[in-house]
């Protein structure tokens, strides 16, 4: 378990959308402008990253959000999505580092070769103490070879894109460690297409399907004119009259025969346990009172008595 006094944030959040324009260095500083925000059919795209030291060790994960994403956008994205999945394939103890910079220009130039001038120059660098270790650089010419143990950080990513004359980046960002058969992803954060983009009018599109597909629940009036085209108006006007008085008098019949059968259990009771005691005797009424000016003092407002002289409770 990671004790919160042993992280420290070393760069800390930086997140760039249009508004300030897009900076794909690691040491980009966050600029005091407002985040371009998306509408709907309006698309926004926002990087996010963040470096992290644990005890002795950095981490770096950075993430592209993609709001409302043109067709050409969310193409671009599962291209670099891609490649970033090339590049971890290469990652093992005893491969160059520069073989990672050709996993990711063959993918690219194999699915949109275009794109290769837009991709980032610096695909990581090793990690430790320090946030980027200059010999563990990953591009095209470092031939240093990965070795077990050591912490990379690998981060791909495509600048100066345009769709429709909107400038844009996109990124990718994990940190992980070289084992000995392969690596290890620390940071696990999601990062597939369909986990980072997001459609800021589905959620009222999903309402307005669900209130167009929805049955309608007809209303009263509906069921009335109903009945009235089947029977006739002046039928069911009467028959409705007539339900509703049976309704009513057979709710009255019924309350009157429960409140009757309650006071015959009562007095029953009370004869037997106070009245009878085994003489025969029946009692003619359950109160313990002949009138209220025999109450008890204490029976005030609205609080409970126990009256002991009169068996009875208040």
Same mark, same amino acid.
């Not at 940071?187 to 999903?206: F, G, I, L, R, Y």
């Not at 006071?263 to 085994?278: A, D, L, P, S, T």
């Given at each position: 378990k990671l004790d919160e006094n042993d992280v420290e944030v070393v760069l800390p959040p930086v997140i760039q959308s249009a508004n300030g324009g897009f900076d794909l260095k690691y040491t980009a500083q966050v600029k005091d402008q407002p985040l371009f925000l998306p509408d709907t059919g309006v698309p926004a795209i926002h990087v996010a990253?963040?470096?992290?030291?644990? $005890?002795?060790?950095?981490?770096?994960?950075?993430?592209?959000?993609?709001?409302?994403a043109r067709k050409d956008q969310t193409e671009n994205y599962k291209i670099l999505f891609t490649a970033f999945e090339a590049c971890l394939e290469v990652i093992k103890p005893g491969v160059a580092l520069n073989k990672v910079y050709e996993a990711a220009t063959k993918h690219i130039k194999d699915n949109k070769s275009e794109l290769l001038g837009h991709l980032h120059k610096e695909l990581g660098w090793g990690m430790g103490y320090? &946030?980027? @270790?200059k010999r563990l650089v990953l591009d095209e010419k470092n031939k240093h070879k990965f070795h077990a143990g050591q912490v990379f950080c690998l981060r791909l990513g495509l600048e100066n894109l345009e769709s429709k004359g909107k400038p844009y980046s996109l990124i990718i960002a994990d940190s992980l460690v070289v084992t000995e058969s392969g690596h290890e992803v620390i940071?696990?954060?999601?990062? $597939?297409?369909? $986990?980072?983009?997001?459609? +800021?009018?589905?959620?009222? @599109?999903?309402?307005?399907?669900?209130d167009k597909n929805a049955k309608k629940k007809p209303s009263e009036a509906e069921i009335k004119r109903a009945m009235e085209d089947k029977f006739g108006g002046d039928k069911t006007r009467k028959l409705t009259e007539n339900e509703e008085a049976d309704r009513q008098k057979m709710f009255e019949e019924r309350n009157k025969e429960l409140a009757a059968r309650r +006071?015959? @259990?009562?007095?029953?009771?009370?004869?037997? @346990? &106070?009245?009878?005691?085994?003489t025969g005797k029946a009692l003619s009424h359950v109160s313990g009172y002949n009138a209220p000016t025999e109450f008890p003092n204490k029976a005030t407002g609205m609080n409970l008595c126990v009256d002991d002289s009169s068996n009875s409770v208040l």
């Open positions: 990253s963040i470096t992290l030291r644990y $005890k002795f060790c950095s981490c770096t994960v950075a993430r592209t959000l993609l709001f409302n320090e &946030i980027r @270790e940071t696990t954060t999601p990062k $597939k297409h369909s $986990k980072v983009s997001w459609n +800021v009018s589905d959620e009222a @599109e999903e309402e307005e399907t669900k +006071v015959e @259990e009562q007095r029953k009771r009370f004869n037997k @346990e &106070i009245g009878g005691g085994g």
